[in-house]
């Protein structure tokens, strides 16, 4: 009789279990190929690492094992696939916490292996059966009701009593990982200067959807409805995120600027000086982390003449949209995104519109993104097949970052077959189209540099018809009516919009702590992959991004509504772990590379 995938996984993980138990490094490694890599966030490392090949697991092991103790390793669900290319999920434990893993098997040894921390023992979420009861059945005189005690506590906060950890930045990435930490008992003080949470959505440009649909984008805990449309308006959806800080019960401070930080090396705490709502205060929190989006400041080329300009100038991230534009001449420098949505809203509004394309730019069309890239994870196919929010999340990680190129390879070619009457109808107009590099399509660029792409949602269209004009150049100069290409052609303008990107987030740390402590943590994304805008040594995993940084004590967090809610989770139990006082032995903390 064959044999099952059940059973080729259930074996190699009795030999694994007890070769983990027994600290017998050698015969781990016998279960590995030897094209194998390992993906560990948190549950063994205490940080976030990819180890590739059986030497680096060797080191990994070697060094862990004493103080990680893992045990029980047994299939969370019937395993799929054949005796030859098994996949399965698998529960284990740790001294110190629970874990999940996703296992890949080829002929019966480990191609991939992807373990994560899912709680910490002793430390668990009060949820389920261990949800508090919420009231006391005693009746006694001066008893308190939960709206009293809650503002108790949010008016204590942050002056009697100090939170553990404060978190600069109040959009998705913020919010959800004050979730997190809230769930796990952790003192938070979200600081966010606008003046509502979800400000952050609503004052950009008017027109502005999420490009990334539904099943894609939800917040940790609590799910968008299943009304809740594909792509979602940023009114909306900074709606719901300030809904969910009530609901979630976030300390969340709006209309607060922090204006400093520095360490205490006496106290081992930070000093975070903040400005809340025109009235100084001083937090003094053990860590601090930086939750300030994706990137840092706004990227606004020094052009040659720029003061010179008589109209209006100014970067993407203070487009407002709408307004009348007719008569106007506008001129958009960049050919990503934003850059595209602010065309079509230009246009919309009456503009005569062109777009300047100064380096090549990778575009998907939304249908065939959702349908090739995101469909067997995030959709309701996925759904119905199964593969839940928190499954899809642990699937794309699943596959390190060495690999993934050669599984999205085949994804943009098929795109680039299935659109070739879209891709040709741009090229004719002149747009300069790539597929990145090696053909590895939108989430590489994305993870290698955050930026090069266009998600289609009609923007092109307007190109092919010629409503966007459209030149391929570098700017030469400015001057006072017109933006000059280097090629001499003239291009009058009566507002330039540079949609020209963001620097890197360590950026905000030069400010706000200091140039020193910037470039200590170094450049925040990208993983050394040798491509435009992502410079080696490879480092396997994003840099920066919530993990230990090499200053102690203070984190980086943020990504896309995907990225804020699964890594959430593994930087608020490094966090909770550290309040609580456990041991947290860091594996190769990632030496900085690359500064401002």
Known sequence: MPETPNGVVGAWLAQFDDALRSRN??????????????????????????????EDIRRMLDATLDDVQPSNWTLAEDATGDADTAEAWVNFE???????????LRNGKCWTLLTTMQELK????????????????????GRKSWLELKEEQESRLGYEDQPYTVIIGGGQGGIGLGARLRRLGVPTIIIEKNERAGDSWRNRYKSLHLHDPVWYDHLPYIKFPDDWPVFAAKDKIGDWLENYTRIMELNYWSKTECTNARFDESTQEWVVEVVRDGEPVTLRPKQLVFALGVSGYPSVPAFDGAESFLGEQYHSS?????????????????????????????????????????????????????????????????????VTTEKADLLFASLPYRILPQAQIPVYAEMAERDAEFYSQLEAAGFDLDFGVDGSGLFLKYLRRGSGYYIDVGASQLIIDGRVKLANCEVGKITGNAVVLANGAELDADAIIYATGYGSMNGWLADLVSPEVADAVGKCWGFGSETPKDPGPWEGELRNMWKPTNVENLWIHGGNLHQSRHYSNYLALQLKARMEGLPTPVFELQPTHHTR
């Not at 002793?122 to 009231?135: D, L, N, Q, S, Y």
């Open 25 to 54: 490094t050698d015969a781990a490694l016998e279960l590995f190929d030897d094209d194998s890599y390992w993906r560990d966030f948190v549950s063994f490392t205490w940080n976030l690492k990819t180890l590739e090949g059986k």
């Open 94 to 104: 740790t001294a110190q916490a629970r874990g999940y893993a996703h296992l890949r």
């Open 122 to 141: 002793g430390f668990e979420e009060k949820k389920g059966a261990r949800r508090e009861k919420g009231v006391a059945h005693e009746i006694t005189k």
């Open 318 to 386: 203070k487009h407002p949209g709408g307004g009348d534009w007719t008569g106007k001449k506008a001129v958009v420098i960049g050919s990503n995104n934003s850059a595209h949505d602010i065309c079509a809203d230009l246009w919309e509004h009456g503009a005569d519109v062109t777009m300047v394309q100064r380096s090549s730019t990778h575009i998907a069309r939304s249908e065939s993104l959702m349908d090739l890239a995101l469909g067997g994870l995030y959709s309701e196919k996925a759904l119905a097949n199964g």
